[in-house]
């Protein structure tokens, strides 16, 4: 049953995706261990710059021969108004004044343009240094980006919250769909649904994107080890994706509070909110986020909030103060190990295989 | 895998319980059927009579001699003013008005002590009438209240939607958790845990609370299918306890209007509100619901807001208006049939022995 048309197409030995989180979670080491042990390792480059992605995708190949694959945000237009902006530096201006980062924060809001600009730069690298896989978050890149890459014979896979936004990546002509369940960690891919409407369970819709779509589908959130795997696999799916699983692991990038928090963290203490980027993602409940909660519903969308908030994500992070890190985790923190890529790989299909024996 | 401990004790063949759903849905025949298919039926008594009951299981004798249970509603102490019970009515006036039913509701606002002398009686009856499995939902029985069950030999089942909550269930000497997922429909379980954070989907819950529980788990939440029933199995659930999937049965009570509105809707139009009962609760999306969410916030709780809607939600289903019903779903309604209960079960069996070969 690990065996199937997914496993095949990637050329990976078993139906095990590490998902791609960004902000230096997907150190070159983290995603080459994933691919050695049979997975397929990922890259999550939504903010890296074109050099960075080259630089790791270099590394990558002098630490495994396997495939791997990125993942890239698909820009969308925003509009922020000055006024917005102004009043999110004054809401965190007393959370900067707690972390001594003191006076305003400089930052440049970025441009539609700007990001537009971007996006094509890191697609053309993807291109010309032949990365085999690439996935996408926040949408469907445009007919002639997806045209491009499969060109190139890139295996495209795009993330859906719903069975709608499901049926539009078939339809916009990507080879997989990675449906993210309402228990995932990190930043929620709905990008037609509205969020609320977006927050559906797994074992409500695997099944019902299956029986919509022809393309395989890929499982991800708090998916944490062999059940989980298996259970998808009942559902219909072809595969998981799994994120807080790896992000926990010795070789991920997240910083060690991090990961101490997650495995100390029980199922009722992972939250939403969009205090952190303007986007809905979920994390770890902390002092952040209950102190921005009454004004969450005003904040500037993403990718502005998201710049916003940078300087305080950092120094929190230096400080090693958990009540202002954006502490992303799924719904299954107690399934948290601390092991090796190497040693969670052989757990997960071992519990597999045992089940399907 | 589908013959376990649960099958055994509960004298059943499959792991497939009918979710005990209260206001009508749970017909003689439904619970019979599933019974007579070698599931487990379950009568949802939380709004009856200890007459109405006991004619139900009476009639429910003379269909199977297979075992059956019965659910009821643990009472739980609340508060309500006189202006809020005024201000809910105020709201409810332009919808009665829409419906006709004009007027004032001169409904009469249960109290707790009432509320809890029903229940009392509720127990009486079920161990009079030897009904051999009882689960409960919004909480755990007293001490007494177990004890004098359990003395009778009657199996006793409570329902959780957090590891907690699922750990205070083994603890207080019940037989069984049945842990409801974020996927479910009709009213949320939850007891100790706060609305938001009870939101679990199934594939993060069922691992983390089979790890932490030694009774035997059962899962419940937008399971309508074989595959439903294997996923959950792998992720340690000895059992699926559904719901949606028995209400769109033939035999079921629920108004053909609510079956139709199943049948044709998306698992993006499935909500959450409070503004029916005074209780957190998953239906479909309708003009109710929109109306009522401004004042959702502040409505009565549980059971008063319930009390004062009760007009509303028999007229518009009388007068065949889906616009002001509860039209209770949980998150896979493109996974409901038509058929009847005894199609449904040879459907989901066969879906799940296929799995497993």
């Not at 990675?178 to 409500?204: C, K, P, Y």
Request: glycine share 10%.
């Amino acid at each position: 049953m690990l065996k199937n048309e997914v496993t095949k197409r990637l050329g990976i030995q078993y139906p095990v995706i590490q998902a791609p989180m960004a902000g230096g979670v997907t150190t070159s080491d983290l995603v080459a261990e994933v691919s050695n042990a049979g997975g397929l390792g990922m890259i999550g480059a939504g903010y890296m710059t074109p050099v960075q992605m080259r630089e790791q995708i270099r590394e990558i190949r002098n630490l495994t021969s396997s495939p791997f694959g990125i993942n890239l945000f698909v820009p969308a237009e925003f509009t922020v108004t000055h006024n917005e902006i102004e009043s999110s530096k004054h809401a965190l201006q007393p959370i900067r004044d707690q972390l001594n980062i003191g006076g305003e924060d400089n930052v440049e809001v970025p441009s539609f343009n700007n990001i537009l600009e971007s996006f094509h730069e890191q697609i053309n690298v993807i291109m010309e240094d032949k990365v085999p896989i690439c996935s996408f978050t926040f949408g469907i890149p445009s007919k002639d980006v997806i045209k491009s890459l499969k060109k190139q014979g890139i295996i495209l896979a795009g993330t859906a919250t719903t069975v709608k936004e499901a049926m539009e990546i078939e339809k916009s002509g990507l080879d997989i769909v990675i449906v993210q369940g309402s228990e995932a960690g990190g930043h929620r891919g709905n990008f037609i649904t509205d969020h609320m409407e977006s927050l559906i369970g797994l074992m409500a819709l695997i099944p019902q994107v299956v029986d919509h779509v022809r393309i395989p589908v890929i499982a991800a959130g708090g998916i944490m080890d062999g059940r989980g795997l298996m259970a998808s696999i009942c559902l219909g799916a072809k595969g998981v994706q799994m994120g807080t699983a790896f992000l926990s692991c010795v070789e991920s990038g997240a910083k060690e509070i991090h990961k101490e928090e997650i495995r100390h963290a029980r199922e009722d203490q992972i939250v939403l909110t969009r205090s952190f980027s303007g986007k809905w993602a979920r994390g770890i409940q902390n002092k952040y986020i209950s102190e921005m909660k009454a004004k969450e519903a005003s904040l500037p969308g993403f990718p502005v909030q998201n710049t916003l908030t940078k300087g305080i994500r950092k120094a929190s992070a230096l400080q090693q103060n958990r009540n202002y890190m954006s502490l992303w985790s799924g719904q299954s923190p107690r399934l948290a190990t601390n092991l090796t890529v190497k040693s969670l790989m052989k757990k997960v299909i071992k519990e597999a295989e045992d089940l399907n024996s």
